[in-house]
Nanobody, 121 residues
Framework: QVQLVESGGGLVQAGGSLRLSCVAS????????MAWYRQAPGKQRELVAR???????NYADSVKGRFTISRDNAKNTVYLQMNSLKPEDTALYYC???????????????WGQGTQVTVSS
């Protein structure tokens, strides 16, 4: 019912920047929040940043001051601006959204397929 498509990943040197995008489409009545998670091989998936319908944000301690999450409500798009990238930021980054498909319906979490971010030292 809801599809999320990420883009913007790639290879960058330490200290560089990348901007990730995630577009939500499908039968969307409302989106409660959108978020970015990441997962490296052998590690658990972790929350990187989250933005609510009220535009409040929160970040993992490891990315505070370096990453910025933002959204374009008209386009159902969330962005993650990543600056001062470090090798430890290397991971598959997933877009996540809690969305309702109709008025009164339960909100469900939807996931994108991920976009790879690789930071070289």
């Amino acid at each position: 019912q809801v599809q999320l498509v990420e883009s913007g990943g790639g290879l960058v040197q330490a200290g560089g920047s990348l901007r990730l995008s995630c577009v939500a489409s499908g039968s969307i009545f409302s989106i409660n929040y959108m978020a970015w998670y990441r997962q490296a091989p052998g590690k658990q998936r972790e929350l990187v940043a989250r933005i609510t319908s009220g535009a409040s944000t929160n970040y993992a301690d490891s990315v505070k001051g370096r990453f910025t999450i933002s959204r374009d409500n008209a386009k159902n798009t969330v962005y993650l601006q990543m600056n001062s990238l470090k090798p430890e930021d290397t991971a598959l980054y997933y877009c996540n959204a809690n969305a309702q498909t109709s008025l009164g319906a339960q909100g469900f979490r939807y996931w994108g397929q991920g976009t790879q971010v690789t930071v070289s030292s």
